[in-house]
């Protein structure tokens, strides 16, 4: 099998450039084989630019486009990378790692809805600080200062529950490698109820605004991993002759330089 005799090449660069090189191989036929070296030799085509070759594809428009948007997409990928790798730093979860991209995409949006659900997102726009907003006015116009003591009580208790839950479900590498200020309980008591909120809003819109960010970015990602597999999926039936042996036409130079660059 061709895919299979290309997956054990022992010289693939070798390899690749006999093919590129002949001229009786016509463009259909060569472009099924480049896209077979580049799934089958992914390390190879992101340490060499394989574009080096364009000069010799000028009249194999589709093997070269099959070279040149992998490579757009694998630029594309790589410039999402970093903030997928802080993201890994941040996010401490040995479980979520082993997972297959679609299954992770999943798994952040329901990380998601429960993190909203603690601050009442899911349900409704009317967010859990926009609600203590709303008690703190009613706190100011009641002549009750029992009243008063009393529902900041129970709110205090509330939010630093829901603080409590937040800093579980992301842990603190989290908060630390995104710069989100962590208060102690102690410290967020001493706070007044309505620098409380702020806090509470303050936390909500920083995790809030990150996921949206990192889930986007996966999203990205795996588009254009799917994007590269259409790319590379048309294996039909190829009639190329290869024999093990270098090409005699190849110079032993052009060997020392593939093998460089």
């Known amino acids: 099998m ?25 463009d259909i036929n060569k472009s099924i084989f480049v896209k077979l070296f580049i799934n089958n030799h992914m390390d190879i085509v992101v340490e060499h630019n394989l574009l ?12 070269y486009n099959t070279i040149y948007d992998t490579y757009h997409i694998i630029s594309r990928q790589q410039s999402i990378i970093p903030y997928l790798a802080k993201f890994k730093k941040s996010y401490n979860n040995p479980f979520f790692w082993k997972q297959p991209i679609d299954k992770q995409i999943k798994y952040l949006q329901n990380v998601h809805m429960k993190f909203h659900s603690y601050f009442d997102a899911s349900k409704s726009l009317l967010y859990y600080h926009v609600k203590l907003k709303q008690i703190t006015e009613n706190i100011s116009n ?72 990192i889930i986007t970015y996966f999203e990205l990602y795996d588009n254009y991993r799917h994007q590269l597999i259409s790319i590379l999926s048309d294996k039909n039936m190829i009639d190329i002759t290869y024999s093990s042996e270098i090409d005699s036409d190849i110079d032993i130079n052009d060997m020392e330089f593939i093998n460089k660059n």
Do not use: C, G, W
């Not at 010289?11 to 001229?23: D, E, G, H, Q, T």
């Open 142 to 213: 009641s002549v009750s200062s029992s009243v008063s003591s009393s529902v900041s009580s129970f709110h205090i208790e509330d939010m630093v529950d829901r603080l409590k839950r937040t800093y579980d479900l992301f842990k603190h590498n989290f908060f630390e490698e995104n710069n989100i200020i962590l208060i102690s309980m102690y410290e967020f008591i001493d706070l007044s109820f309505k620098n409380q909120i702020k806090y509470v809003e303050y936390i909500f819109n920083k995790i809030n605004i990150i996921m949206k960010q």
């Open 52 to 63: 080096y070759f364009k000069s010799e594809l000028i009249d194999y428009p589709i093997t």
């Open 2 to 26: 061709l895919e299979e005799y290309i997956k054990n090449l022992e010289f693939p660069l070798v390899a690749f450039y006999s093919i590129i090189m002949n001229k009786n191989i016509d």
